[in-house]
DNA sequence: CGCTAAAGTTCTTTTTCGGAACCCATCTTT
DNA sequence: AAAGATGGGTTCCGAAAAAGAACTTTAGCG
């Protein structure tokens, strides 16, 4: 499979890593949650190259998870900004950051916390179902096809992708 | 910054991403969570080329998220499966899964679904606090050191980062 | 003996990345 | 007015990683 047919399978996880699935995009984005949104600084906080920099902001521009916008007149500068689509991968960023505290710290424990302002205590996202308010669990879920799934999977007899 | 500098960052996010946060790796780990176990099984319903696909099963497997096992002996035959911690990435799948289905399904709807067998409902992930059980928001939270906090981060009074 | 299977490895050609230099339109300082 | 400084890029190069295809190894099968 080739990188730019990837948007096109029929996956949610498969479209999903075409926008954030390389080795950059998701640290870019950290930075955005951290209310980061100028060039210059994006490059200083990351170490990324410029040209690297300047394609995943155009990319995740392009993709509307980002949008650019003025910060001043003459000269013009524009600073890039989290969009509804942006934010909304919060859960993303959450799910790895507690997979990271969890796996990949020290015995000391994890280098940062998140603290829930709502309720003020130091937290963890708790993954729980929509319909129920259970902890979703990996065995107990089945995949299922659905409205959009392409005809040839609907005739094969929804063999799960 | 380099990228095998990654894993030593103090952020758990970064540190996740030294394992799962490249092109391929996610997609591996989809067809895990599919109990798919074997070499040529993930070749051929990935189509990724031999070497990638040897080379990701293998960091993956020495970073413990999956384990090799015999499936029989005499031609030796080994397959991979999920360990705990490669389990534990559930979340990140679900997260990546849920934002796909709304933000980069066409008009007919996502290509699948995903049901919850507790309930029987077709579901997606809330993302709630394990302390006080309500949502997770981005503008909720806060950062602050934790005692995995390398020394120079303390010291300059915990710049997050 | 020749054929097939599973799981890799090797080789060659494209892409992408990291690092550094350069560009350009405006302020600001001398 | 000339000489930086600033912000936000682009260009160029050599190095690293990926795609694609062929080759290897261990063993069972007819």
Redesign the pocket.
Known sequence: ????ELDREPCSLARSLSIVG???TLLVLRECFLRVR????FEQRL?????????R??KLTDAGVLR?EP?QE???????RLTEKGLDLYPVMLALLDWGDKWMSGPEGPPLLRRHKVCGHVTHAVHTCSECGEELKARDMTVELGPGAPAAMKAAGGKAE
Chains 1, 2 share one sequence.
């Open positions: 499979m080739r990188w730019e390389d080795r950059w100028r060039f210059e600084e170490g990324i190259a410029r040209h690297v920099l300047a394609d902001l155009k650019k910060y003459r000269p013009r500068r524009e600073e890039y």
